[in-house]
């Protein structure tokens, strides 16, 4: 059993180093990708044809094929708080590759959210492992997790359809936020997905389920519409800022659709219900922490180019009040 649990560990630790990676790398591809076309945070699609961004694509992928695998060997409760090591492997690599600067504020919210996510996980329910195919499908179309799908549904569209362009290009949780809960429903077609290739392996055939195919276009357009505003968020915001809210709001919401969906919530006593509160607190904390920070890396950045207004109002004063005194502008004193 620790042997398991040191291969999950190892699989585990390489996840992070792939995902973290991946964010920095596909970065880099998408600004290749927008000094030739349409940037993906306006709805271009060139970065298709840069091999830098398939390059991080590929990173991504082995680094959640090791994720996966991971589950195998060790529990939960060791796996899914190591994925916060990408975001730290993130906030470095940015910081050297891209020159992106990540504040001690910015450094605080991190820490924030990844102690609040290790707190969510820690006293997270247990889950009960289905057998079979049909088995998960029967909780998938139980009341409760089909209105938490509809919930999800409905937050989603709004989000693409009102808030994207309204405030997608100024409000990191908009993208974010459509990856995150898309994320958590792609997690429990993937857990059903790999039940099904596990027991089908095993000897009990489960591909000519259909329950088994609709699993999988589930998870193939949950993927494609996560990869879409995730390349998006990355366009638009600071790398460093995007890989830990992500994290967290992927962390948060994949563990309320697993309550939910596997009533595991049932099972939990006053203490660990109590923990897990504190953790969300922690994590809606460092997550405003982080968007702040970045809400005044813009502000500072229109002040260097732009000037403050009150500069501006000062200069249209002075103009207003005689031309000729535009001369002093030029003085050493101001």
């Known amino acids: 059993m620790e042997s398991d649990n040191g291969k999950g560990l190892i699989l585990a630790v390489a996840s992070s180093v792939f995902i973290g990676s991946s964010f920095i790398v596909k970065k880099k591809?998408?600004?290749?990708?927008?000094?030739?076309?349409?940037?993906?945070?306006?709805?271009?699609?060139?970065?298709?044809?840069?091999?830098?961004?398939?390059?991080g694509?590929?990173?991504?992928?082995?680094?959640?094929?090791?994720?996966?695998?991971?589950?195998?060997?060790?529990?939960?409760?060791?796996?899914?708080?190591?994925?916060?090591?990408?975001?730290?492997?993130?906030?470095v690599l940015a910081h050297f590759l891209l020159k992106e600067k990540l504040?001690?504020?910015?450094?605080?919210?991190?820490?924030?959210?990844?102690?609040?996510?290790v707190v969510i996980v820690i006293h997270a329910p247990k889950e009960q492992t289905p057998n079979s195919v049909q088995e998960i499908w029967n909780l998938a179309t139980q009341p409760a997790f089909l209105?938490?799908?509809?919930?999800?549904?409905?937050?989603?569209?709004?989000?693409?359809?009102?808030?994207?362009?309204?405030?997608?290009?100024?409000?990191?949780?908009?993208?974010?936020?459509?990856?995150?809960?898309?994320?958590?429903?792609t997690v429990?077609?993937?857990?059903?997905?790999?039940?099904?290739?596990k027991l089908t392996m095993e000897g009990v055939n489960q591909i000519?389920?259909?329950?088994?195919?609709?699993?999988?276009?589930?998870?193939?357009?949950?993927?494609?519409?996560?990869?879409?505003y995730l390349n998006k968020a990355l366009d638009t915001f600071n790398a460093a800022i995007v890989s830990p809210v992500y994290y967290v709001m992927f962390t948060t919401l994949t563990i309320v659709a697993s309550a939910i969906m596997f009533k595991d919530w049932s099972g939990q006593d006053a203490a660990s219900i109590a923990s897990e509160i504190c953790g969300?607190?922690?994590?809606?904390?460092?997550?405003?922490?982080?968007?702040?920070?970045?809400?005044?890396e813009q502000q500072?950045?229109?002040d260097l180019i732009f000037g403050s207004s009150e500069t501006v109002r000062w200069y249209e004063s002075r103009k207003s009040r005689n031309e000729e005194h535009l001369i002093t502008l030029y003085s050493p004193e101001y």
Do not use: D
């Open 29 to 55: 591809g998408l600004k290749r990708a927008a000094a030739n076309g349409t940037r993906a945070g306006y709805g271009g699609y060139t970065y298709l044809l840069e091999p830098l961004w398939w390059a």
């Open 57 to 91: 694509m590929v990173t991504m992928i082995v680094g959640e094929a090791a994720n996966f695998v991971a589950y195998i060997y060790a529990p939960a409760v060791l796996v899914t708080p190591l994925g916060a090591l990408s975001i730290i492997i993130s906030a």
């Open 103 to 117: 504040k001690k504020m910015g450094v605080l919210g991190c820490v924030s959210c990844i102690v609040g996510s």
């Open 147 to 185: 209105v938490y799908v509809a919930i999800t549904m409905s937050i989603v569209l709004a989000l693409i359809l009102h808030f994207e362009p309204i405030c997608g290009q100024t409000n990191i949780l908009v993208y974010i936020g459509i990856c995150s809960l898309m994320g958590a429903l």
């Open 188 to 197: 429990m077609s993937i857990k059903a997905i790999g039940i099904a290739i």
């Open 208 to 228: 000519g389920y259909p329950q088994t195919w609709i699993f999988f276009m589930v998870a193939a357009t949950c993927v494609v519409t996560q990869l879409i």
């Open 280 to 296: 969300f607190i922690t994590v809606l904390t460092g997550t405003m922490i982080l968007h702040g920070t970045r809400e005044e």
């Open 300 to 302: 500072a950045s229109s």
